[in-house]
């Protein structure tokens, strides 16, 4: 099996216009784009987690997947906060 090159989930131009070739992302890569673990993303998306992560999941049959303009909007506004 040949290794997956290590690419960007997305790109900015700098009009500000969005570019990527994946527009749902698994658990696993949205977990990359936050920098946080996979399991701590699975965790804060169960029904029964008290600290509930903002962003809500697509669920298509059993699979779990986040929107990328989700992730990106998330992200902005995060930043937003920091000096």
């Not at 700098?14 to 701590?40: N, Y």
């Not at 997947?65 to 937003?80: S, T, V």
């Amino acid at each position: 099996m040949a290794k997956k090159k290590d690419t960007p989930l997305f790109s900015i131009l700098p009009d500000g216009t969005i570019t990527s070739d994946h527009w749902v992302l698994t658990v696993r890569e949205a977990a990359t784009a936050l920098g946080m673990k996979p399991e701590s993303l699975r965790h804060r998306i169960m029904p029964s987690c008290k600290n509930q992560f903002e962003i809500k999941p697509v669920r298509i049959g059993r699979s779990v997947k986040f929107r990328l303009l989700d992730i990106i909007n998330y992200l902005k506004e995060k930043d937003k906060g920091k000096p």
